[in-house]
């Protein structure tokens, strides 16, 4: 159970509902920190760690909402779990229609809670590893010449190493080279591992 | 009055022959005695006088015409008859005559103007007896007046009571959401902290210093949820005014917690600025958080439409010409125009649609009983103040 790789973020006005929280998240070995609003909140600095925010609605200032709202305006994905005090349908239809992960009303079963932290910070972990290579396959992609983006947008769009020969006016063994230069650079082991990247950073195939 | 005469005429007359068998003794006894004529005048003038002075004005006048007669008759010669041969006699029976009757008329005088003054007299202590009586009923029907009056009052007062109470209730009903999540919060932590325990006891070597430091927390959780029920059972019992030495921060903490989440609701922030060691007034604890409460949740209206600005409610409390505690309630809202000023406190005067009006009505009245004023007026930049005195509690300061 220990993930000391990873945080939970309270934001609660009320110190006692937040010390009880802390403790009940602490007691199954999770990293925790505290914030009494959602101005505190954005202002901390924040660990480059999986993690996720347990959110109440209503906060004096910027409520719950407005954070979760502010939190997508600067790109910040950490998954919301919301908790509220007196939560009506209308209020949690917001929340879940952007994009929070529960929403539970106080006092809440502590396996509700514990279960929608993991489930918010499994989350955010693949989240992450998805930005991660996304990130990755974007570098590999940059190291590619303009030649070789080129010969990829048309290898993945199913063209023969002739077809493409032909289309960029050069000898098939050019485009032969520049094809295993591409798959090498790319970390690609197959042609359909390939597309599959070209898929992921969003390039469209060149040519039907 | 007639049986008046009549007795007065019987006296007069009996009288009348006392005195004559007075006069023939005393003529008979200066008679033999051979008295001379100047001695005999004044032994009748003596009989005269004291007839006078015993009020006989009737006889004394018959007698001293009788003793002229028998002075000349049996004194001045000739003797034996009623002719005068010496001048001198003559005068000194004119002399006698004049000062009988000059005697007579002074003693009748004299007994008038004793009637007169006994009239007078009488008439004085029947007239004082009168006023005396008028003042006594006056003195009644004040007495009566100023125990209706009191009863009036009394009566008032415990309408008053009554109104006050009912508009609490009222308050608390509006304030149910708020005040739920008043006792749900703490609640919650109580059940949060137990699970939390119950995992720290869980694990293969449990950690008791989290469990304590959990129900610890639990502890004082469930007391603070306890003390906010207290506080609104307070509210929404019906009490007589209790008038006892008050620290008005303590009252004000007290009110604000029951509010502040209704503010915060609202989309406003609150804020207090209370002066320390402020002296203890003399107030009812319920009456006078009532009124706080009024001022917060009719300043937290007042500022419903504001967007362009904080909406932000400050209570500050301070001293007040050395004898006051002041609070002031203040918001930034849309404020109040001077032609509405002096109405804001009647009752039944509102903005809100939902709003019954009697909030600041009931306000000032509470206020008022204690001896105080509560007034608004506009604040410097936006929204309006409330502001009241409550007197110290003198006891104290002696």
């Given at each position: ?6 945080i ?9 509902v ?10 199954v ?8 609003t ?5 202002r ?14 209503r ?5 719950g ?20 005090g007196?939560?009506d ?13 529960e ?17 918010a910070?499994e989350?955010?972990?693949?989240a ?14 940059d ?12 290898v993945v ?12 006016g ?11 230069q ?17 898929e ?9 | ?9 019987w ?17 008979y ?39 002229v ?19 001198l ?8 005559l004049?000062?009988?009757?000059l ?8 007994k ?9 007299l ?19 029907e ?16 415990k ?11 009222m308050?608390?009903g509006?304030?149910?959401a708020?005040i739920a999540h ?9 059940v ?14 449990p950690?008791l ?11 004082r ?30 009252v ?18 609150m804020?207090?600025?209370l ?16 009124v ?5 949740m ?12 904080p ?24 404020g109040?125009?001077s032609?509405?000023?002096d109405?804001?406190?009647n ?13 600041l ?7 008022m ?30």
């Amino acid at each position: 159970m220990k993930q000391p790789d990873s945080i939970v973020f309270v934001v609660d006005d009320d110190s006692s509902v937040r010390e009880a929280i802390e403790s009940l998240i602490q007691s199954v070995g999770l990293r925790v920190e505290t914030f009494e609003t959602a101005q505190e909140f954005l202002r901390s600095k924040r660990p480059d760690v999986p993690g996720c925010v347990v959110l109440d609605v209503r906060l004096p200032g910027l409520s719950g909402l407005d954070l979760q709202r502010e939190l997508a305006a600067h790109g910040i994905k950490l998954p919301v779990i919301f908790i509220t005090g007196h939560g009506d349908i209308p209020m949690s239809v917001r929340a879940m229609k952007a994009g929070a992960l529960e929403f539970l009303t106080k006092p809440f079963r502590d396996q509700d809670l514990l279960d929608a932290i993991q489930q918010a910070l499994e989350r955010d972990r693949t989240a992450r590893q998805h930005q991660m290579e996304t990130t990755e396959l974007r570098e590999r992609f940059d190291s590619l010449t303009s030649r070789e983006r080129e010969v990829m947008g048309l290898v993945v769009s199913g063209l023969l190493n002739k077809q493409i020969a032909g289309e960029l006016g050069t000898s098939e063994v050019t485009i032969k080279i520049h094809r295993s230069q591409v798959m090498k650079k790319m970390g690609a082991g197959s042609l359909a591992e390939l597309v599959r990247m070209t898929e992921k950073l969003g390039i469209p195939a060149a040519k039907d | 009055m007639k049986r008046n005469w009549s007795y007065r005429f019987w006296r007069s007359a009996t009288r009348c022959l006392l005195a004559s068998i007075a006069v023939a003794l005393l003529t008979y006894v200066c008679f033999r005695f051979r008295v001379n004529l100047t001695i005999a005048c004044l032994l009748y003038l003596t009989i005269v006088v004291l007839l006078s002075v015993s009020d006989a004005i009737v006889p004394s006048i018959f007698v001293s015409v009788i003793s002229v007669l028998c002075l000349d008759y049996f004194f001045a010669p000739p003797l034996f008859s009623l002719q005068l041969s010496d001048p001198l006699d003559v005068v000194a029976l004119v002399v006698f005559l004049g000062t009988a009757l000059l005697i007579t008329r002074l003693m009748w005088q004299r007994k008038r103007a004793e009637e007169a003054l006994q009239k007078v007299l009488g008439e004085l202590e029947s007239k004082v007896q009168q006023r005396t009586a008028e003042l006594a009923r006056a003195n009644d029907e004040l007495r009566g007046e100023i125990a209706d009056r009191q009863r009036a009052e009394e009566a008032l007062q415990k309408a008053q009571t009554e109104l006050a109470h009912v508009t609490r209730v009222m308050t608390l009903g509006e304030l149910t959401a708020s005040i739920a999540h008043e006792v749900n919060q703490p609640l919650a932590a109580v059940v949060t902290n137990g699970q939390a325990g119950l995992r720290w006891l869980a694990l293969e070597t449990p950690r008791l210093d989290e469990v304590r430091a959990a129900v610890e927390r639990i502890v004082r959780d469930g007391n603070r949820a306890s003390e906010v029920i207290q506080r609104i059972r307070a509210l929404a019992r019906k009490n007589p005014t209790l008038m006892v030495s008050l620290d008005i921060n303590e009252v004000i903490t007290e009110a604000v917690l029951l509010v502040r989440r209704e503010v915060s609701n609202q989309g406003a922030s609150m804020r207090m600025e209370l002066a320390p060691a402020l002296p203890a007034v003399l107030g009812d604890r319920i009456q006078l958080q009532q009124v706080v409460v009024n001022l917060v949740m009719n300043g937290v209206d007042a500022m419903a439409t504001i967007t362009n600005r904080p909406r932000e409610i400050l209570i500050q409390s301070q001293p007040h010409e050395t004898r006051e505690v002041l609070v002031a309630v203040r918001d930034s809202g849309i404020g109040i125009d001077s032609e509405r000023a002096d109405r804001l406190f009647n009752a039944f005067f509102t903005t809100k649609p939902s709003g019954m009006g009697m909030g600041l009505s009931i306000s000032r009245s509470i206020i008022m009983a204690h001896g105080g004023k509560l007034w608004a007026s506009p604040n410097a930049e936006h929204g309006a103040a409330f502001q009241f005195t409550v007197p110290i509690d003198s006891r104290d300061a002696s």
